[in-house]
């Protein structure tokens, strides 16, 4: 088997895997090698579910065809019908990623057919994969007569050296540089079908759950301990604070004997994660978004780093737009309806690249950050990486002059005008702004120096050091003059979290019920994973912004105490059971469904991978001076004997109560527990119990039932008679410790009387009007307080029947 590049101008030479070579001049190929296991890892080879995951080769900008299912199969009801191609590997194409493994041999089988009148009388075709970036292997190959089905088999083998985190099977014919000059022989139309790819599969995924405690109970950073997320940005939004971050968590794949992972990949990540909360510390999960790649919303481009979100009201329409870099090399935006989705893209190209003006000389057109101005005009910030070599070394360190601010279109998915320079003193990347008091303020993270900055260069005084977060104050939103420079706005997290934490960083402020925030990362849960020694999997972290009577910015410390939490947590309501402000050992992962607490655009979450001695907990929950009644929790059981047991203020504290999760296996249904001794504000902590080596349940969304109030009153009614009528008496007393009103009904008549004393009665006899009454009921309604809330008690008494006269 061959292996090349190719370049950008797509040269390339016809390369075959050698039993592909065997096979199209009639050699019978040797029994192929043993395979580990005979999985086909082609889904819907035959095109029976129509086009379901098939799409067209994309790997360049100018590769381009359509994709149709056709009648004419080789077998079954569909095949695949490719047509308009541009270039000779515009074919289709699914995604193996995952699924093959390096060092491995699969046997490839398909058929083909052309029928192009004008084409030639035979044709070689290829199935190829590409590994990323310019790496492309020729697996097999076939020679097909026209008009006739011909049939991929071959053997390949991965080599063991070949990084396989992308792997894109896909269908062409032979490369030509020029071809169009002769579409018929080179661009001709072809059906595919019954494509399969036989081999081992992959070993099962190593868990990503963290079993460790890396949120600390009374510690509020970092904000999540069950997953990781870089450059958060953060969004307020009707009472809530939505978090946009980096999914590190995507390529943790720890070792199940050591715990330790391989170093981040960031070509891998593709994904955005999204967190929010009401109060700062109890943070809802809410997944991820799947923005990049074949299957994402942008599939145009390869990864989503780096996010930054506003909203605008476009054509009288609120939408979200939430942009992200596309690796180093551009930026682009996405819109939502929501702060949760969904999603599209309006663009079908990046937003900001090569073409982008005034951003030609910028080396990595990455982290883009959104900010939209008070009179409506948005405007984007982005850029980064090495300084020009044009400019002199002490400026190329000093003042690299590398970062970007461009205004937006009205529809937020363009760009108006030039983009104008961004004089950062020791700039590198993660531009942001924000305004306070009519002035902007522009932060950004600084180098660490070396060649692509001047080499050996000294700082000017004040700028700032290697990996901190310097800050700039400007009278205009496009003016960043390096004299607006104002300081270091935060040091480097490796002076507050010690060994192992130290790197770039990213960050974003937001103001929140009239205070501002200060988002950024550090490796904090990967050090309290593996120790010292990290792998540069990040962490949100928020302290609260202060400010000095000037307005400059009194420079922010990380801790892990973090902020304070805003306001109290409310359980008397529907909420999703993947809300914490502390866990142990348990993820998450979205399900069918929408969520009951966030409707139904959003995506539904459940908490998984739940095992005896795990826990999850709620920070500072009020529950009121009445207290809680009960707890019911939305379950898939998948184990029998499992339980949720609910506990105050400490993982081992007071249980108060006990849900038993004794539904049938595997179907999700209600169960509810009673609450004991549940008032006031408490942290609570639900621990999961049951058989030990097994998952043990599954759990959509909690909610608490409010303790029913009742005014106390003591109750009578009877029958008897005055003048041969018979009458029905009802008496109440007041057993509360204030005043209460109190109404007495009958069918016969009603009676109020108002602020009825403590210990006092209410009495009324009503006459029915006849000789005799049959046995019935009274309704005795007390209004009145309990504790400062308005409470109204109803009880039914009975009474006897009755006769009067002879």
Same mark, same amino acid.
């Given at each position: 088997?061959?292996?090349?590049m190719?370049?950008?101008?797509?040269?390339r030479?016809?390369?075959?895997a050698t039993? /592909?070579?065997?096979?199209a001049?009639?050699?019978?190929a040797p029994?192929?090698?043993?395979q580990?296991?005979?999985?086909?890892?082609?889904?819907?080879?035959?095109?029976?579910?129509?086009l379901?995951n098939w799409?067209?080769?994309?790997g360049n900008?100018?590769?381009?065809?359509?994709?149709?299912?056709t009648s004419?199969?080789?077998?079954?009801?569909?095949?695949?019908l490719v047509t308009?191609r541009?270039?000779t590997g515009?074919?289709?194409m699914q995604?193996?990623s995952?699924?093959?493994?390096?060092?491995?041999?699969?046997?490839?089988?398909a058929?083909?057919?052309?029928?192009?009148?004008?084409?030639?009388a035979?044709?070689?075709?290829?199935?190829?994969?590409h590994?990323?970036?310019?790496?492309?292997?020729?697996?097999v190959?076939?020679?097909?007569?026209?008009?006739q089905w011909?049939q991929?088999n071959?053997?390949?083998?991965?080599?063991?050296?070949?990084?396989?985190?992308?792997?894109?099977?896909? *269908?062409?014919t032979?490369?030509?540089?020029?071809p169009?000059t002769?579409?018929?022989?080179?661009l001709?139309?072809?059906?595919?079908?019954?494509?399969?790819?036989?081999?081992a599969?992959?070993?099962?995924?190593?868990?990503?759950t963290?079993? =460790? =405690?890396?949120?600390?109970? &009374? @510690?509020h950073?970092?904000?999540?301990?069950?997953?990781?997320?870089?450059?958060?940005f953060?969004?307020?939004h009707?009472?809530r604070?939505?978090?946009?971050? %980096?999914?590190?968590?995507?390529?943790?794949?720890?070792?199940?004997?050591?715990?330790?992972?391989?170093?981040?990949?960031?070509?891998?990540i593709?994904q955005i994660?999204?967190? +929010?909360?009401?109060?700062?510390?109890?943070?809802?999960?809410?997944?991820?978004?799947?923005v990049?790649?074949p299957?994402?919303?942008?599939p145009?481009t390869a990864n989503?780093?780096?996010?930054?979100?506003t909203?605008?009201v476009?054509?009288?329409?609120?939408? *979200?737009f939430?942009y992200y870099?596309?690796?180093?090399?551009? +930026?682009?935006?996405i819109t939502?309806a929501?702060?949760l989705?969904p999603?599209t893209? @309006?663009?079908?190209s990046?937003?900001?690249?090569?073409?982008?003006?005034g951003a030609?000389?910028?080396a990595?057109?990455?982290?883009?950050?959104?900010?939209?101005?008070?009179?409506?005009?948005p405007?984007?910030y982005?850029?980064g990486?090495?300084?020009s070599?044009s400019?002199?070394?002490?400026?190329?360190?000093?003042?690299?002059k590398?970062?970007?601010a461009?205004?937006?279109?009205?529809?937020?998915?363009?760009?108006?005008?030039t983009?104008a320079?961004?004089?950062?003193?020791?700039?590198f990347e993660?531009?942001?702004?924000?305004?306070?008091?009519?002035?902007?303020?522009?932060s950004?993270s600084?180098?660490? #120096?070396?060649?692509?900055?001047?080499?050996?260069?000294?700082?000017l005084? #004040?700028?700032?050091?290697?990996?901190?977060?310097g800050?700039?104050?400007?009278? &205009?939103?496009?003016s960043w003059?390096?004299?607006?420079y104002?300081?270091?706005?935060?040091?480097?997290?490796?002076?507050?979290?010690?060994?192992?934490?130290?790197?770039?960083?990213?960050?974003?402020v937001?103001?929140?019920?009239g205070?501002y925030?200060?988002?950024?990362?550090?490796?904090?849960l990967n050090?309290?994973?593996?120790?010292?020694?990290?792998?540069?999997?990040?962490?949100?972290?928020?302290?609260?912004? %202060?400010?000095?009577?000037? &307005?400059?910015?009194?420079?922010v410390?990380?801790?892990?105490?973090?902020?304070?939490?805003?306001?109290?947590?409310d359980?008397?309501r529907?909420?999703?059971?993947? %809300?914490?402000?502390?866990?142990?050992?348990?993820?998450?992962?979205?399900?069918?469904? +929408?969520?009951?607490?966030? #409707? /139904?655009?959003?995506?539904?979450?459940?908490?998984?991978?739940?095992?005896?001695?795990d826990?999850?907990?709620?920070s500072s929950v009020?529950f /009121?001076?009445?207290g809680?009644?009960?707890l019911?929790?939305?379950v898939?059981?998948?184990?029998?004997g499992?339980q949720?047991?609910?506990r105050?203020?400490?993982?081992?504290?007071?249980?108060?109560?006990?849900?038993?999760?004794?539904?049938p296996?595997?179907?999700?249904a209600e169960?509810?527990?009673?609450l004991?001794?549940?008032s006031?504000?408490?942290?609570?902590?639900f621990?999961?119990?049951?058989?030990?080596g097994?998952d043990?349940f599954?759990?959509?969304?909690w909610?608490?039932a409010?303790?029913?109030?009742d005014?106390?009153?003591?109750?009578?009614?009877s029958t008897r008679?005055v003048?041969?009528k018979?009458? =029905?008496?009802?008496?109440?007393?007041?057993d509360?410790?204030?005043?209460?009103?109190? %109404?007495l009904?009958?069918?016969?008549?009603?009676?109020?009387f108002?602020?009825?004393?403590p210990?006092?009665?209410a009495?009324?006899s009503f006459?029915?009007r006849?000789?005799?009454? +049959?046995a019935?009921?009274?309704?005795?309604?007390?209004?009145?307080?309990?504790?400062?809330?308005?409470?109204?008690?109803?009880h039914?008494?009975?009474?006897?029947?009755?006769?009067?006269? #002879?």
């Amino acid at each position: 088997m061959e292996q090349r590049m190719r370049r950008a101008t797509r040269g390339r030479v016809a390369a075959l895997a050698t039993v /592909g070579l065997l096979l199209a001049t009639g050699f019978v190929a040797p029994a192929a090698p043993v395979q580990a296991a005979d999985t086909n890892l082609v889904v819907n080879g035959g095109f029976e579910d129509g086009l379901a995951n098939w799409f067209v080769n994309n790997g360049n900008a100018t590769d381009g065809a359509q994709l149709s299912a056709t009648s004419d199969a080789y077998s079954g009801a569909n095949a695949a019908l490719v047509t308009s191609r541009t270039t000779t590997g515009s074919g289709p194409m699914q995604d193996l990623s995952g699924k093959v493994q390096a060092g491995q041999a699969y046997t490839l089988t398909a058929r083909i057919k052309y029928e192009n009148e004008s084409g030639p009388a035979t044709k070689q075709f290829f199935a190829t994969m590409h590994y990323g970036g310019g790496t492309y292997t020729n697996l097999v190959s076939v020679t097909a007569t026209k008009g006739q089905w011909a049939q991929f088999n071959g053997t390949f083998t991965i080599p063991a050296t070949q990084t396989v985190s992308t792997a894109r099977l896909f *269908f062409e014919t032979p490369w030509t540089s020029t071809p169009s000059t002769d579409p018929a022989l080179h661009l001709m139309d072809f059906k595919l079908d019954d494509v399969s790819v036989i081999g081992a599969a992959p070993p099962a995924p190593a868990s990503k759950t963290i079993e =460790v =405690v890396g949120k600390l109970p &009374g @510690e509020h950073n970092p904000l999540i301990g069950h997953k990781f997320g870089a450059d958060g940005f953060g969004l307020v939004h009707d009472g809530r604070v939505y978090m946009y971050m %980096t999914n590190d968590t995507q390529g943790y794949a720890p070792n199940p004997t050591t715990g330790v992972s391989p170093g981040i990949n960031y070509g891998d990540i593709n994904q955005i994660t999204v967190i +929010s909360s009401e109060d700062l510390v109890n943070w809802t999960d809410h997944g991820e978004i799947q923005v990049a790649g074949p299957n994402g919303v942008a599939p145009f481009t390869a990864n989503s780093w780096a996010p930054g979100i506003t909203k605008k009201v476009v054509n009288g329409v609120e939408k *979200f737009f939430l942009y992200y870099a596309n690796g180093g090399g551009s +930026s682009n935006v996405i819109t939502g309806a929501s702060p949760l989705g969904p999603w599209t893209s @309006e663009r079908t190209s990046t937003l900001i690249d090569g073409r982008t003006p005034g951003a030609e000389t910028v080396a990595w057109k990455f982290d883009p950050a959104p900010f939209v101005d008070d009179d409506g005009q948005p405007y984007l910030y982005f850029g980064g990486g090495p300084a020009s070599t044009s400019m002199p070394p002490a400026e190329r360190f000093n003042n690299p002059k590398n970062i970007r601010a461009i205004a937006l279109g009205d529809d937020m998915v363009s760009t108006e005008g030039t983009a104008a320079v961004v004089d950062a003193p020791v700039a590198f990347e993660a531009g942001h702004v924000f305004k306070r008091q009519g002035r902007y303020y522009f932060s950004y993270s600084s180098h660490f #120096g070396g060649n692509d900055f001047g080499g050996n260069q000294q700082p000017l005084p #004040g700028y700032p050091g290697g990996g901190q977060i310097g800050y700039m104050i400007s009278d &205009g939103p496009m003016s960043w003059p390096k004299e607006t420079y104002a300081g270091v706005l935060f040091p480097n997290q490796s002076q507050f979290f010690g060994a192992g934490t130290g790197g770039n960083n990213h960050q974003s402020v937001f103001e929140f019920g009239g205070k501002y925030y200060f988002t950024y990362h550090a490796p904090t849960l990967n050090k309290r994973i593996n120790g010292n020694t990290t792998q540069g999997y990040r962490s949100p972290h928020i302290q609260e912004l %202060t400010f000095n009577p000037d &307005g400059t910015i009194q420079q922010v410390v990380g801790t892990y105490e973090g902020v304070d939490q805003v306001r109290d947590f409310d359980p008397y309501r529907v909420f999703e059971a993947e %809300t914490f402000g502390w866990s142990k050992g348990v993820a998450t992962t979205k399900v069918d469904g +929408s969520s009951a607490q966030f #409707g /139904g655009a959003a995506p539904n979450l459940v908490v998984r991978d739940i095992d005896n001695g795990d826990w999850t907990a709620l920070s500072s929950v009020s529950f /009121g001076d009445n207290g809680a009644q009960n707890l019911t929790a939305r379950v898939r059981a998948l184990a029998a004997g499992g339980q949720v047991q609910v506990r105050l203020d400490d993982v081992n504290g007071p249980v108060v109560g006990t849900v038993a999760v004794d539904t049938p296996v595997g179907q999700w249904a209600e169960v509810t527990a009673e609450l004991d001794g549940v008032s006031g504000v408490h942290d609570v902590y639900f621990t999961y119990t049951g058989p030990a080596g097994v998952d043990l349940f599954e759990i959509d969304n909690w909610a608490f039932a409010a303790a029913t109030l009742d005014l106390p009153v003591t109750a009578s009614a009877s029958t008897r008679c005055v003048g041969g009528k018979a009458y =029905v008496t009802v008496q109440a007393r007041n057993d509360h410790d204030a005043p209460v009103g109190i %109404t007495l009904e009958t069918p016969y008549g009603e009676r109020s009387f108002a602020a009825v004393a403590p210990g006092a009665n209410a009495y009324q006899s009503f006459n029915t009007r006849a000789v005799s009454v +049959s046995a019935g009921s009274a309704t005795v309604r007390v209004t009145g307080a309990i504790g400062g809330q308005d409470v109204t008690t109803v009880h039914t008494v009975q009474h006897p029947a009755g006769t009067c006269g #002879g």
